[in-house]
Structures are given as structure tokens and as C-alpha cells.
């Protein structure tokens, strides 16, 4: 436990130092226990458990435009369970209960629960068809295709800087349009 | 678009750096600031008599109470934007501008006046009191709920109201330079209204503009 923080904690430093590859690894670190924690919410709240992903992406879009308001002298979990928290009650609001969402919740996986697979979620991929066509033709490129951010702006004939400003703006309005919904 | 995706796309705009909350509440204040400054030097403009006034310690006092309400307020919003922080440690900020104001209504008690408590507190100006500080708040509160969505608060409703009272902090500095009621009493009363109505604006304001 203590451990699994202290190596997130150590990623998301060096994720902010500007290595990319740290970033990865700690997002898909911290997955596995956020979809535990949501499904976990979705179940007491009597809500069908698969709709977790979509709470699941949810939180990491806005890890990810949030990641600023981490103080780096902080540890990590506390600032990430903090929001999973908030956009879990959001999620669960949304589909009218009220909902009592706790702490414990994110603390651990527990040890019997089988890890499910990345599940379908529908909430990103519906708003991502409803992006202006630049933004959403390099969200595609670079998350469906896999294309690096200089293969996808050499494809679409653009410049890496423009399309660094379309993909940021692109998950800016995706986690706008998840809000608004 | 599955997780794994989505992850990809994440760390491929890990480059992307925003601006820390501060910063943008700074550049928001100053936008901000313009409009207010304006609408108080066309409708109300600084009292004549300013220069006398400010040999009075209850003129003075004043904008003492009232940027402390702003500096508290502009710290604990910054404290708050971060999304496990609470209001615990840095609540008691708030508690100065009150300090203040109450160690100013006591000395004010200790002094002979020549006018009854009830006058001091009713003043002459209380309805404009009441009406300016909430105007001139408005852009002040508009800028400050722009620069702090790029927190992350726990409590929006609660982020809100208190940049509800940072912008009546502000708005009531520049009212105190207009105003010639300079009883703490006074201060306490109407100026105390004045930045709860802005402070319930902040909090239903801020509880539809502050999540994220």
C-alpha cells in the first residue's frame, strides 16, 4: 500500500518533470483501482456496475487537467483519491441517488476481486464524434491509430505545435461536454 | 474510445503545462479590477475631504478591515483550489478582518463621542453602502470565479462564496475611500451585510462555475 503510493507519488514527479513514459505508467497504475473504487459505488448504489468505465475515464481526464493543483511536495494519493472521490459522487448524482461515497472506498483493491479488463465505455467516444473535426481528427490519430504526435501531424498536414494545441484543447472540451451532459 | 486509449492520448499531451491557479487568478484580478475602478471613480469617486480623513484611525482602520478580508480570502481560495484541501488550518484566516473590526468598535467605546452608539451605527450612507459594495464586487467576483476554475475544488459551492468575499474585500476598499461613515460600528454593521449578500452569490455562483 504504502509502498504503491510512494512509486505513484515518485511517477507523477517525474511525470511532471516532462517524461511522458512516467505519465503512462502511473495512469495505467492507478486504473485498476479506480474502476475497483467505482464499481464498488456503482454497486451501493444500486446502480449496474457497467457503467464504471465511463466514471473511470471520467476521473483520468480530469487527473489529467488537473494535475497543476498537485503540490509535487505532496504525496500523490491523497490529491488523486480526492478527485476519483468528487467525479464518482458527481457520476452517481447524475444518475440521481443520493450517494455516500467513502474514503476506504479507494484505499485498496481488494485481494478477491477479479481485475477486469479495460470494459466498453460509451460517455468519451459519444462526445468525441460531437468535437470540432480538427480536434477530433487528432484524438483519433493519436488514441486510435496510435500515432505519435509527429505522424499525426505530418498525416493531417499540420504542424507539430498545432497539433499539440488541438489534442489539449480537444480533451479540455471532451471533459467539458462529460460535465455539461 | 477504450481506457487504454484514452491513457495513450493522456501521456501524449503530458507536455502540455497549465498555469498554476495563482497565476490565473492574478491575471483575472487584473482584468477584472479595470471595470470596478471605473464604475467607482464615474458614480462615486474618492470623499473631498480625504486628506483630513486620513488623520481619523477609524478611516484608516478601514481599509485595514477590508484587505485583510481580501488577502484572507484570496489565500483560502487558493488553499481551496487544490481538491483534497478543506477549509481545517486556514479557516481561522478569515477570523483577522473580524479581529480587527472588533478591536475597532471597542476602541472606538473607550473614546468620548458626540454622537449616540445607534447614529455612529446607522451612518448616513448605509443604503449606498449596501448597493455600491455589491456592485462594485461584480466584476470583481466574475474575475475571480474565471481565474479560480483552473482549480480543482472540493467544494465549489464553498470555493465560490469565499471569492464571493474576496471581491466584496476588494469592492469595500475602494467604497471606504468614498464613504464618510467611519464608525467600526458602522463597518460592522453594513459592510458586514454587504459581504454576506456578495458571499451568497459566490457560493451559488460558484457551485454551478466551480466544478470541474
Not at chain 2, 103 to 126: C, D, H
Not at chain 2, 147 to 158: D, F, K, N, Q, Y
Request: positive net charge.
Amino acid at each position: 500500500m504504502r509502498e504503491r503510493e510512494d512509486e505513484w507519488t515518485g511517477l507523477m514527479r517525474s511525470a511532471i518533470s516532462g517524461d511522458s513514459t512516467a505519465y503512462h505508467r502511473l495512469l495505467k497504475a492507478v486504473t485498476p483501482v479506480l474502476r475497483a473504487a467505482a464499481r464498488r459505488g456503482l454497486a451501493r448504489a444500486g446502480q449496474p456496475v457497467d457503467q464504471s468505465e465511463d466514471i473511470v475515464q471520467d476521473i483520468l481526464l480530469a487527473v489529467h487537467l488537473k494535475r497543476h493543483t498537485w503540490d509535487v511536495s505532496a504525496p500523490f494519493a491523497p490529491w488523486l483519491f480526492a478527485i476519483a472521490r468528487n467525479k464518482l459522487i458527481d457520476a452517481l448524482r447524475r444518475r440521481g441517488r443520493r450517494v455516500f461515497v467513502n474514503i476506504e472506498d479507494f484505499a485498496e483493491v481488494l485481494p478477491g476481486e477479479a481485475p477486469v479488463e479495460t470494459a466498453s465505455a460509451g460517455e468519451v467516444a459519444a462526445q468525441l464524434a460531437s468535437l470540432p473535426a480538427r480536434q477530433r481528427d487528432v484524438l483519433q490519430s493519436i488514441a486510435v491509430e496510435s500515432a505519435s504526435i509527429k505522424d499525426t501531424a505530418a498525416k493531417l498536414a499540420m504542424s507539430e505545435g498545432a497539433v499539440r494545441v488541438a489534442l489539449h484543447r480537444g480533451l479540455a472540451s471532451l471533459t467539458a461536454k462529460l460535465r455539461e451532459q | 474510445m477504450d481506457t487504454d486509449q484514452l491513457i495513450k492520448t493522456l501521456a501524449a499531451d503530458n507536455a502540455h503545462r497549465a498555469r498554476p491557479v495563482g497565476f490565473a487568478l492574478m491575471l483575472a484580478l487584473l482584468a477584472a479590477a479595470p471595470v470596478s475602478l471605473l464604475m467607482f471613480f464615474t458614480e462615486l469617486g474618492i470623499r473631498p475631504d480625504v486628506m483630513t480623513a486620513m488623520r481619523n484611525p477609524f478611516f484608516d482602520l478601514k481599509f485595514a478591515v477590508t484587505l485583510a478580508l481580501a488577502a484572507a480570502a484570496i489565500a483560502v481560495s487558493l488553499h481551496l483550489s487544490r481538491p483534497e484541501a478543506s477549509l481545517r488550518g486556514f479557516g481561522w484566516l478569515l477570523l483577522i478582518p473580524a479581529g480587527l473590526l472588533t478591536a475597532g468598535i471597542g476602541g472606538e467605546m473607550m473614546m468620548p463621542q458626540r454622537l449616540p452608539m445607534m447614529t455612529r451605527l446607522m451612518g448616513n450612507n448605509s443604503r449606498m453602502c449596501m448597493t455600491a459594495i455589491p456592485l462594485l464586487s461584480l466584476p470583481i467576483l466574475a474575475g475571480a470565479l474565471i481565474g479560480l476554475r483552473h482549480g480543482a475544488p472540493a467544494r465549489p459551492a464553498v470555493a465560490g462564496a469565499i471569492a464571493g468575499m474576496l471581491s466584496a474585500g476588494l469592492a469595500a476598499t475602494l467604497y471606504a475611500s468614498h464613504c464618510t461613515d467611519d464608525s467600526p460600528l458602522f463597518v460592522a454593521t453594513w459592510y458586514t451585510l454587504s459581504t454576506a449578500l456578495v458571499t451568497a452569490i459566490g457560493a451559488l455562483a460558484g457551485s454551478k462555475l466551480l466544478r470541474f
